[in-house]
Nanobody
Framework: QVQLVESGGGLVQAGASLRLSCAASGRTFRGYAMAWFRQAPGKEREFVAAISWSGGSTTYADSVKGRFTISRDNAKNTVYLQMNSLKPEDTAIYYC??????????????WGQGTQVTVSS
């Protein structure tokens, strides 16, 4: 089992930045690809970004490319999502997930409880 706990969400104005963190515990964190998803009210959950277990490969949704950066620190069992130039349409609950391969179509094995990000215009 891997337990994931997100933090760092909040209410910000458009154009601001936030950094989300996802702390992992339990089984070996290093062996898992990690990803961030989000779900806005009334919408389906969507892929945001993913990173390979080594951190050497990343992938992003088109809607966040150039604004968001995913990274990980395996020594701290933590994955991050740096979000810059936030827009109101980024408002959602953000979830981190752990799985075998980094990518939007991966079936992720473990999920956190989510952290709310609200961007006001």
């Amino acid at each position: 089992q891997v337990q994931l706990v997100e933090s760092g969400g909040g209410l910000v104005q458009a154009g601001a930045s936030l950094r989300l963190s996802c702390a992992a515990s339990g089984r070996t964190f290093r062996g898992y690809a990690m990803a961030w998803f989000r779900q806005a009210p009334g919408k389906e959950r969507e892929f945001v970004a993913a990173i390979s277990w080594s951190g050497g490969s990343t992938t992003y949704a088109d809607s966040v490319k150039g604004r968001f950066t995913i990274s990980r620190d395996n020594a701290k069992n933590t994955v991050y999502l740096q979000m810059n130039s936030l827009k109101p349409e980024d408002t959602a609950i953000y979830y981190c997930a752990a799985g075998p391969v980094a990518g939007p179509q991966t079936v992720y094995d473990y999920w956190g409880q989510g952290t709310q990000v609200t961007v006001s215009s």
